[in-house]
């Protein structure tokens, strides 16, 4: 076989021809898989949209397209949040749904009572969104107050509701709808922040009857041959019929012809421990679901979910094997001090399926970030941390860029020992070089340990059955992280040595 065939080799007229082709020389170098995110969620009840996904880079844009206050919108803006501290250019594609036409919204109301004693000014507070300041003065009537109070709330626009005044008289109040429909409505918080000494008080009904949410498969089923890599799931923690939607849709992204693996996370704000873990404790083989978590906060759950992917994706993207802790998740609101959870407290969440975090200055801190995945009596569950996860992407898709390519695909296939003129022909130990090489590469990178041991169990076989058949076999070990360190501290008194006097 001639070393060019830039010219076909039946050509016999005078001629040069010169073929350009691009030449792959990382000699085994891997590349980092480009992470992209997949969000799930609502749009806004009053827009009208699209349910087909969409790339977006800001949440002006989502806001636009969804409505603004969606969870959809609540989600990009801490994505894409302004001061750009978000997610930076990895892909996000939006999965648009509509409220189930079962789906109610949740409701409830902000009722004033007593008179104003002097003038004070006063916001309401909505999953730690503040309405623009109102101002209460002495004379006015709570139908003036219901009035202003409702028209601050509108004001902004990211609000999760609707507030419309009854001015009433004897039952006036502010009526809040949630902008979507669903249980995962019900998570909407609302407090008024202002004097209490004034004379005006108020009796908040927090917003409650959500039902039904929406079916996410209409989503999954677009995801199609993209690997989205990671996902945001803007539906609630206990919304286990969903949980299994992304369940069997992550195994199948598991298997051998797909090979594409996720993971997908979701809010959960309860405080305790065994509230927290209610629902990651009983789902033990999941290894595709993944709760991030805030203890007592006010944000809404698929936003602590969100702002902590926020932080997670570029870690991820950008160097693979280093695990997640004490990324701060500014703009998150912790909650109580007393409602944080004790080192015993995380451990014994970390066994039972869910990601902790841990508030330092005030401000969020990712901590441990777990799927669900923890069968009964296995110390060391395979997929139970999410960076493990990242690794075995990364060793996936560089094995896809090795063998899914036109050099292997059809190459004739010849025992070891046969001498070969043509090029193209590929042998079984072809294969253990080019994995090799791949090998030392992800070792470098400390996606894995020991990449010496790896080679040595590095095997390829022409298929004893099947001639256009190759097998290839290799065993890898996992780097680890620093998640513990143990110091003993060893100490004692220096005690004075006698002296001899001459």
Same mark, same amino acid.
């Given at each position: 076989?001639?070393?060019?065939?830039?010219?076909?080799?039946?050509?016999?007229?005078?001629?040069?021809?010169?073929?350009?082709?691009?030449?792959?020389?990382?000699?085994?170098?891997?590349?980092?898989?480009?992470?992209?995110?997949?969000?799930?969620?609502?749009?806004?009840?009053?827009?009208?949209?699209?349910?087909?996904?969409?790339?977006?880079?800001?949440?002006?844009?989502?806001?636009?397209?969804?409505?603004?206050?969606?969870?959809?919108?609540?989600?990009?803006?801490?994505?894409?949040?302004?001061?750009?501290?978000?997610?930076?250019?990895?892909?996000?594609?939006? &999965?648009?749904?509509?409220?189930?036409?079962?789906?109610?919204?949740?409701?409830?109301?902000?009722?004033?009572?007593?008179?104003?004693?002097?003038?004070?000014? &006063?916001?309401?507070?909505?999953?730690? /969104?503040?309405?623009?300041?109102?101002?209460?003065?002495?004379?006015?009537?709570?139908?003036?107050?219901?009035?202003?109070?409702?028209?601050?709330?509108?004001?902004?626009?990211?609000?999760?509701?609707?507030?419309?005044?009854?001015?009433?008289?004897?039952?006036?109040?502010?009526?809040?709808?949630?902008?979507?429909?669903?249980?995962?409505?019900?998570?909407?918080?609302?407090?008024?922040?202002?004097?209490?000494?004034?004379?005006?008080?108020?009796?908040?009904?927090?917003?409650?009857?959500?039902?039904?949410?929406?079916?996410?498969?209409?989503?999954?089923?677009?995801?199609?041959?993209?690997?989205?890599?990671?996902?945001?799931?803007?539906?609630?923690?206990?919304?286990?019929?969903?949980?299994?939607?992304?369940?069997?849709?992550?195994?199948?992204?598991?298997?051998?012809?797909?090979?594409?693996?996720?993971?997908?996370?979701?809010?959960?704000?309860?405080?305790?421990?065994?509230?927290?873990?209610?629902?990651?404790?009983?789902?033990?083989?999941?290894?595709?679901?993944?709760?991030?978590?805030?203890?007592?906060?006010?944000?809404?759950?698929?936003?602590?979910?969100?702002?902590?992917?926020?932080?997670?994706?570029?870690?991820?993207?950008?160097?693979?094997?280093?695990?997640?802790?004490?990324?701060?998740?500014?703009?998150?609101?912790?909650?109580?001090?007393?409602?944080?959870?004790?080192?015993?407290?995380?451990?014994?969440?970390?066994?039972?399926?869910?990601?902790?975090?841990?508030?330092?200055?005030?401000?969020?801190?990712?901590?441990?970030?777990?799927?669900?995945?923890?069968?009964?009596?296995?110390?060391?569950?395979?997929?139970? &941390?999410?960076?493990?996860?990242?690794?075995?992407?990364?060793?996936?898709?560089?094995?896809?860029? /090795?063998?899914?390519?036109?050099?292997?695909?059809?190459?004739?296939?010849?025992?070891?020992?046969?001498?070969?003129?043509?090029?193209?022909?590929?042998?079984?130990?072809?294969?253990?070089?080019?994995?090799?090489?791949?090998?030392?590469?992800?070792?470098?990178?400390?996606?894995?340990?020991?990449?010496?041991?790896?080679?040595?169990?590095?095997?390829?076989?022409?298929?004893?059955?099947?001639?256009?058949?190759?097998?290839?076999?290799?065993?890898?070990?996992?780097?680890?992280?620093?998640?513990?360190?143990?110091?003993?501290?060893?100490?004692?008194?220096?005690?004075?040595?006698?002296?001899?006097?001459?």
């Amino acid at each position: 076989m001639a070393i060019s065939s830039a010219v076909d080799a039946s050509a016999v007229a005078r001629v040069v021809g010169i073929k350009t082709i691009f030449k792959d020389l990382r000699a085994g170098g891997i590349l980092f898989l480009p992470q992209r995110i997949a969000v799930v969620g609502q749009g806004a009840t009053s827009a009208t949209f699209s349910t087909t996904k969409k790339q977006h880079t800001s949440a002006a844009s989502v806001a636009a397209d969804y409505g603004f206050g969606s969870p959809l919108h609540l989600a990009a803006l801490e994505l894409f949040p302004v001061n750009g501290d978000g997610v930076g250019t990895i892909p996000v594609t939006f &999965y648009p749904l509509t409220d189930d036409g079962s789906g109610v919204a949740s409701t409830g109301d902000i009722v004033p009572s007593g008179s104003q004693t002097e003038a004070a000014s &006063y916001i309401v507070r909505i999953n730690n /969104i503040d309405s623009e300041e109102f101002v209460i003065s002495v004379g006015d009537s709570l139908a003036d107050i219901v009035t202003a109070m409702a028209a601050a709330i509108n004001a902004v626009l990211e609000m999760p509701v609707t507030a419309v005044a009854d001015t009433t008289p004897a039952s006036e109040a502010v009526d809040l709808t949630s902008k979507w429909k669903g249980v995962s409505a019900n998570d909407i918080f609302v407090e008024v922040v202002g004097s209490t000494t004034a004379g005006t008080s108020f009796a908040i009904s927090q917003p409650s009857g959500g039902l039904v949410n929406p079916d996410v498969q209409p989503a999954l089923d677009q995801v199609g041959d993209v690997w989205e890599s990671m996902a945001l799931n803007c539906l609630d923690i206990a919304d286990t019929s969903t949980l299994d939607k992304y369940d069997t849709f992550g195994e199948g992204r598991w298997g051998a012809l797909v090979r594409k693996p996720l993971v997908v996370f979701t809010g959960n704000t309860e405080t305790t421990v065994s509230a927290a873990t209610a629902v990651s404790d009983a789902r033990k083989t999941d290894r595709t679901n993944s709760q991030l978590v805030a203890p007592g906060s006010n944000d809404l759950p698929f936003v602590v979910a969100a702002r902590q992917l926020a932080r997670i994706a570029p870690v991820a993207n950008n160097n693979p094997p280093h695990d997640y802790g004490s990324q701060d998740a500014t703009g998150l609101t912790p909650g109580a001090d007393g409602d944080q959870w004790t080192y015993a407290d995380r451990d014994s969440a970390v066994k039972k399926g869910s990601s902790t975090i841990e508030v330092k200055d005030g401000v969020v801190n990712v901590s441990d970030v777990v799927t669900f995945y923890h069968p009964t009596g296995d110390p060391i569950p395979a997929y139970r &941390y999410v960076v493990d996860i990242v690794k075995l992407q990364n060793i996936i898709f560089n094995l896809d860029l /090795i063998f899914a390519t036109k050099e292997w695909d059809g190459a004739p296939l010849i025992p070891d020992d046969q001498p070969t003129v043509n090029r193209a022909a590929k042998k079984p130990k072809s294969a253990v070089a080019a994995v090799s090489a791949m090998l030392d590469s992800l070792g470098l990178n400390a996606i894995i340990s020991d990449p010496e041991t790896a080679k040595d169990n590095t095997l390829a076989e022409i298929d004893s059955m099947n001639p256009k058949r190759l097998n290839v076999s290799t065993t890898v070990q996992l780097s680890g992280n620093t998640n513990i360190i143990s110091v003993d501290l060893n100490f004692g008194f220096f005690f004075g040595t006698a002296q001899v006097v001459a």
